[in-house]
Nanobody, 122 residues
Framework: VQLQASGGGSVQAGDSLRLSCAAS????????TGWIRQAPGKGRDVVAA???????YVADSVKGRFTISRDNAKNTMYLQMNSLKPEDTAVYYC?????????????????WGRGTQVTVSS
């Protein structure tokens, strides 16, 4: 499966953004997928993930602010980000793993798209 993230940008604290991840290749619904971010000088962290049955998982750091969803008919996954904070600044990647169950471990994801930069200014 090939993945392409889009929707990043530069915003002010408190603003919202919606990231999209378009998938091509194999049937999107067969994979668990997630949004993973990497801030400057830090490792990759899963911020939200969704299983084949649409069960979702969200990191504590973004809980209540970020919502993950996907439209299997469109082969697209989304990340709605509200009340953005400067600490949300990172490159955001969409990723998929060869299995139906999402995890919160970045190393479990097998397929990665190019990232999209999100910059939040105070």
């Amino acid at each position: 499966v090939q993945l392409q993230a889009s929707g990043g940008g530069s915003v002010q604290a408190g603003d919202s953004l919606r990231l999209s991840c378009a998938a091509s290749g194999r049937t999107f619904s067969r994979y668990a997928t997630g949004w993973i971010r990497q801030a400057p000088g830090k490792g990759r962290d899963v911020v939200a993930a969704i299983s084949w049955d649409d069960s979702t998982y969200v990191a504590d750091s973004v809980k209540g602010r970020f919502t993950i969803s996907r439209d299997n008919a469109k082969n697209t996954m989304y990340l709605q980000m509200n009340s953005l904070k400067p600490e949300d600044t990172a490159v955001y990647y969409c990723a998929a793993r060869s299995g139906p169950i999402a995890t919160m471990a970045a190393g479990d994801y097998d397929y990665w798209g190019r990232g999209t930069q999100v910059t939040v200014s105070s």
